[in-house]
């Protein structure tokens, strides 16, 4: 059964002149731990929604597999919290590579940067692929519509991957790179072509963000928000345009502009 995403709190509503009670929605914390061939590997504090897909990404992400196909078996138990999960072929895990962690929600420290993973699974990308300025821009309209968590309690992200035309699957997280890792698992699950994907996202443009993308394997990245410099560093490098504050008509266009068709066939090369 699949857990919500929101709950109801009931508070006081103060709108300048009186408080006034009623149900609020809350966005859902949901601890997570992996434990991976009988092993504790990492501990996720997610949104409790495509948890599967989450185990999944994150795996993949890490480096601990390529292809759905290896795991060999994988069991949530939603009531205590824990994901079980068992390899085709058992690793052994090299803490030089893997450093256990907790893996929080929030958009700080929650992350140690650039493992030695990062540098074996994320990708550069040499995808043709090119998207309108006017698709760029309703992209990110149609990514923020899908989103009734957001709206009722602005507490997630939303992560969205398509082909320029069409979105083909949106996910939601309270930790903006977990939205990643649900997409991820998505597209190993459903053994979706990548290169010729756009990925659209609600949050900032970090350095893992734009890794994320790489090992996804799609070279545009849309957001509504800003980017940091090392992610514009490691775009240029890795081969993926990141296209920034979109919104109201408006885009910023950081890395990689021959991707983005600015009308009549323009493009910066």
């Not at 002149?17 to 997570?32: Q, T």
């Not at 109201?248 to 066939?265: A, K, S």
């Given at each position: ?90 690793q ?15 958009c ?57 035309a069409?979105?083909l ?6 930790g903006?790179?977990n ?23 609600s949050g ?15 070279g ?50």
């Amino acid at each position: 059964m699949e857990l919500s995403n929101t709950t109801k709190w009931r508070i006081l509503k103060y709108d300048g002149r009186a408080p006034l009670e009623k149900d609020d929605d809350i966005a859902a914390e949901f601890p997570l731990t992996l434990k991976l061939d009988g092993e504790e590997f990492a501990t996720l504090v997610c949104s409790p929604s495509s948890l599967e897909e989450l185990v999944i990404g994150f795996l993949a992400s890490e480096g601990v597999i390529r292809a759905a196909g290896q795991v060999k078996s994988l069991i949530i138990h939603k009531d205590t919290g824990f994901a079980y999960v068992e390899l085709e072929h058992k690793q052994t895990l090299n803490h030089d590579h893997y450093a256990k962690r907790f893996i929080g929600s929030c958009c700080g420290k929650s992350r140690q940067f650039y493992f030695h993973n990062d540098m074996l699974t994320a990708k550069t990308i040499m995808t043709r692929t090119k998207i309108s300025a006017e698709q760029c821009i309703r992209f990110m309209q149609k990514l923020q519509e899908s989103s009734s968590e957001f709206r009722s309690t602005g507490g997630v992200h939303n992560a969205a991957i398509g082909t320029p035309a069409e979105l083909l699957a949106v996910r939601t997280d309270i930790g903006r790179h977990n939205a990643l890792d649900k997409l991820f698992g998505y597209c190993l699950l459903h053994r979706l072509r990548t290169s010729d994907k756009v990925i659209a996202f609600s949050g900032r443009l970090s350095s893992e963000a734009v890794l994320k993308a790489a090992k996804i394997g799609c070279g545009i990245m849309l957001s509504k928000s800003a980017p940091t410099d090392l992610a514009l560093r490691l775009a240029e490098d890795l081969g993926i345009t990141c296209v920034g504050f979109i919104r109201g008509g408006e885009m910023n266009v950081y890395t990689h502009p021959e991707r983005i068709d600015f009308g009549n066939g323009l493009t910066v090369w």
